[in-house]
């Protein structure tokens, strides 16, 4: 369960590295695409300074996920683990409910599962 476990946190800070990237460097063409569901088009180029804050922040998840497989101590590279994991299932929680629900299966889904697999390690 342990390198289900390194791989479903590994999964989830890579997606956040690509939602960096997205939000802070390419909101008007890829995340045009993504949200086009929750943004009119007109809007992406006005929040564009929005987006790229809220891409810094998933780097910051991402950063916390990573930094966990560096930790040498098993205890606390879970619990860092387990605090950035739970992060990211609340924000996709809550993008899910103020955005859209394909949030909670892209970005708060995969975190619970890597959540679940540290806890049965």
């Known amino acids: 369960m342990e390198v289900v476990a390194k791989i479903l946190i590994a999964i989830v800070a890579l997606e ?15 995340g045009k695409e993504v949200f086009k569901a929750a943004l009119p088009a007109e809007m992406f180029k006005p929040t564009k300074g929005l ?7 998933n780097g910051f998840l991402a950063a916390g996920l990573i930094w966990s497989f560096l ?3 098993p205890q606390w ?8 994991l ?9 993008g899910a ?7 909670f299966f892209v970005q708060a ?4 599962l890597a959540i679940i697999a540290v806890l049965l390690k």
């Open 16 to 30: 956040h590295l690509y939602i960096l990237w997205m939000e802070m460097f390419a909101w008007e063409t890829k």
């Open 51 to 57: 987006a790229a804050n809220q891409g810094l922040y």
């Open 71 to 73: 930790i040498k101590d």
């Open 77 to 84: 590279q879970d619990n860092i683990a387990l605090f950035f």
């Open 86 to 94: 739970g992060c990211v299932a609340v924000a996709g929680i809550y």
């Open 97 to 103: 409910v103020s955005a859209t629900k394909k949030i």
């Open 109 to 112: 889904l995969p975190a619970i």
